[in-house]
């Protein structure tokens, strides 16, 4: 990013992307044994809160069945696990998108990642509607792409009941799941790229901030 410079503003082509090339083995294998403690310690409280957010889910639930069997409140069960469900799923997202937060940061700054969380606070604080924006936009793309991918495979499934045709359903399927997978580790390495993008100009105020549009 920093070798290839302000790449949105220029005409698309080849040649800005061969200028964009910063990855090699031999660098990818070096910063991984850079940062490989670091990314233990970040793997490690992500999954604290995994098993935290979950406990706390089995318990609220857990509790509400039992209350909603020896009292009159059986007929708010539903709206329990709703509202417990998405607690969840909010919990899960926030840690999400803190540990998300706190690599680029670690990365960017080579900072210890009790120093990555403090700048990854200050971060939030004094620019949260970008972040806010690169999340939700990067957000619905992914929802879309789930949306369409679940319609793919509902299509293939009805493939593999047509004769001779079904024959075609499971290399279609491998093929399918292939390019998913791709697409969506790739979808999740330009949310990274964004929020790094955006970090770097927060923590560089002579760097023009990127501004996400609305509509």
Known sequence: ERAAGE??????????????????LPALWDAVRHFERRAATL??????????????????????????ADSAWSAAWPLLVL???SAAVVGITAANLVFDLTRVVVVTDDCSVRIGLRRVRAFLLEDA???????????????????ASITATAGLALVAWVPLAGLLFVPLQVAFWIVRGLLFEYM?????????????????PNIAPLRVHEG
Do not use: D, K
């Open 7 to 24: 790449l949105y503003r220029r005409p698309g082509g080849f040649g800005i992307m061969g200028e964009a090339t910063a990855y090699t």
């Open 43 to 68: 793997a490690f409280w992500l999954g604290l809160a995994y098993v935290a957010i979950g406990g706390a889910y089995l318990l609220v639930v857990g509790w509400g069945a039992r209350l909603a």
């Open 83 to 85: 509202v417990a469900t």
């Open 129 to 147: 509607r970008q972040v806010l924006g690169i999340f939700g936009a990067m957000g619905s793309i992914l929802l879309v792409a789930t949306a």
């Open 188 to 204: 999740g390495l330009v949310t990274l790229s964004a929020y790094q993008t955006q970090y770097r100009r927060f923590a560089t």
